[in-house]
C-alpha cells in the first residue's frame, strides 16, 4: 500500500536522521517500499513505526535487545530470521521482518490491538504511530 512517494520517505529518513547518506536513505525508502507491497502495509505506517522505534538509525540496540529500524527482537522471532537466513542488524531484513511481524499481529488483533502487540504494549503507541505516520512534505521528525 504505497501512500507516500520515495522523496517524502527519503525526506522524512534524512531530517530524523541526519548523520543518514542519501544512498542510506535510499537503502531504507526501498527496504519500507518493498516490504509494503510484499505485507499489504501501507508505506507511512512502516515509516511512522520506525520513526517512533529507532529514528532511523539502523544500529539502534534497545536495552530490550530490540534491534534495527522496526527494532525486531532476534530472541523472540528467530523462526523468522532463521527461515530465509536474514540477519535482524540488515536493513532490508530487519524491515521485512518486522513488516511480517506487524502484519500477523494486525490481520490477528485488528489494526490498534495490532500496533500495541508490535510495540510491546507500550501505552499510546498506536497514537505516536500515526502522529508520526502523518508526513508532509519536508517534514521536520515528529517527537
Known sequence: ???????????????CNPRLTLTQSLVVADAVFSAAKKY??????????ITVESTFDPSAVSSYG????????PRMHR???????KQATN???????GTQILQEYVSKYGNDRGLVKYSGK??????????????KRNQQCPK
Request: glycine letters at 4%; zero cysteines; charged letters at 25%.
Open 91 to 97: 536493513v532490508k531484513d530487519n524491515v521485512d521482518v
Open 40 to 49: 499489504s502495509v501501507k508505506t507511512s505506517t512502516l515509516l511512522g513505526i
Open 1 to 15: 500500500m504505497l501512500d507516500v512517494s520515495v522523496f517524502d520517505a527519503v525526506s522524512l529518513a534524512r531530517n
Open 66 to 73: 530490540a534491534v534495527g529500524l522496526m527494532q525486531v527482537v
Open 122 to 135: 507500550a501505552t499510546r503507541y498506536g497514537e505516536k504511530v500515526l502522529r508520526a505516520s502523518s508526513l
Open 79 to 85: 523462526d523468522k530470521l532463521d527461515a530465509v537466513k
